[in-house]
């Protein structure tokens, strides 16, 4: 359970790093689009490949429909209710949500983090080990919605400290997604391991297209399309040298 933890707070460290690089430099609304728009295809190669194939694979399809369908409705309904606690632009390096919007940008991005986070503690449970590509994707993903979100807390002028520590406390939270679902999928049927990785899936995919790929268009503009598709395929191809290896 310890390695599920470990592994969960390093992907999500990048919120982190991410803070951190908010803080010091002043980061280009473009270029943050840019970042997340290859983010978002780096995510759904992993969902495609690493999560609802895995499920299919696991269980011969059982569950995955109900998975996909559960997942997208529990990320809509919770996205929903941060939304109206003033966390809709969680994601924004505009000012103006240092008070609820500090809280509703936690709540936000566990709700984004932690079904990734509980995919990467059941990943030690299943399969080859741990996929490159999944957790290349989490950091990847993690790295915008951090700078984003910092920028706006500093234009706000939240103190730094405060910032650090809100982001601390999510790594944290990750890291506990993880050894959660390591820790109670342990043993668990195929048909429960499909829907719990499918229920990733969905919440992750209604994630993508709710907050991060307007974010991302807002920021760059239409080249974001090309910068999506490129991150696709270069996940892709790690997906691919994967299954090579592992064969």
Request: proline share 3%; hydrophobic share 55%; glycine share 14%.
């Amino acid at each position: 359970m310890l390695g599920a933890f470990l592994l969960g707070a390093a992907a999500a460290s990048s919120l982190l790093v991410g803070a951190l690089i908010a803080l010091v430099f002043r980061i280009r609304p473009r270029i943050l689009g840019l970042i997340m728009a290859f983010g978002v295809g780096v995510l759904v190669s992993a969902v495609a490949y690493d999560l609802v194939a895995d499920s299919f694979q696991v269980s011969g399809g059982e569950g995955i429909a109900l998975g996909l369908l559960c997942g997208a409705l529990t990320f809509f309904v919770g996205d929903l209710y941060i939304d109206r606690a003033g966390g809709d632009k969680r994601k924004s390096m505009m000012g103006g949500h240092q008070d609820t919007g500090a809280r509703a940008i936690v709540l936000g991005t566990v709700l984004d983090g932690v079904p990734e986070s509980a995919v990467l503690g059941l990943s030690l449970l299943v399969g080859e080990g741990v996929s490159v590509t999944m957790l290349a994707a989490v950091f990847l993903s993690n790295l915008p919605e951090a700078m984003g979100a910092t920028a706006g807390l500093r234009a706000s002028g939240q103190p730094a400290a405060k910032t650090v520590r809100m982001w601390v406390l999510v790594v944290l939270v990750s890291g506990a997604a993880a050894a959660l679902g390591f820790g109670l999928l342990d043993g668990a049927s195929p048909g429960m391991v499909a829907f719990v990785q499918s229920f990733a899936a969905g919440a992750i995919l209604t994630m993508l297209v709710d907050t991060m790929v307007p974010e991302a268009y807002e920021h760059a503009g239409p080249v974001v399309g090309l910068v999506t598709t490129l991150g696709f395929a270069i996940a892709f191809g790690f997906a691919s040298l994967e299954v090579i290896g592992k064969g």
